[in-house]
């Protein structure tokens, strides 16, 4: 089994800043792409943030110079450092994980439970 965890949502007032933290555990072969995801009442989910092993990094353009993501390989943990938050990014935030269990078997898509994130004043 793997278990992706998320910690670190909450209520933010605009302008303020909140960092998510997911955590990956369980039998993990290889962790390949990380990454985070949101989706908004009545939205589509949408891509935020990702990051591949190598460290490399991809962001959505409408929270590109205000969220930063990262991770820790050595804890199969993937962060997401959010400044300058404004409404519009209220939703709930989901963390992403390409995983091999094993090296004989593919990746496969796992993903957390998903954390509330709401901008409001």
């Known amino acids: 089994q793997v278990q992706l965890v998320e910690s670190g949502g909450g209520l933010v007032q605009p302008g303020g800043s909140l960092r998510l933290s997911c955590a990956a555990s369980?039998?993990?072969?290889?962790?390949?792409?990380m990454g985070w995801y949101r989706q908004a009442p009545g939205k589509q989910r949408e891509l935020v943030a990702t990051?591949?092993?190598?460290?490399?990094?991809n962001y959505a353009d409408s929270v590109k110079g205000r969220f930063t993501i990262s991770r820790d390989n050595a804890k199969n943990t993937v962060y997401l450092q959010m400044n300058s938050l404004k409404p519009e990014d209220t939703a709930i935030y989901y963390c992403?994980?390409?995983?091999?269990?094993?090296?004989?078997?593919?990746?496969?898509?796992?993903w957390g439970q998903g954390t509330q994130v709401t901008v409001s004043s």
């Open positions: 990051i591949a092993s190598s460290g490399s990094t």
């Open positions: 369980g039998r993990i072969f290889r962790i390949n792409d």
């Open positions: 992403n994980a390409k995983i091999k269990r094993a090296a004989s078997v593919p990746q496969y898509d796992y």
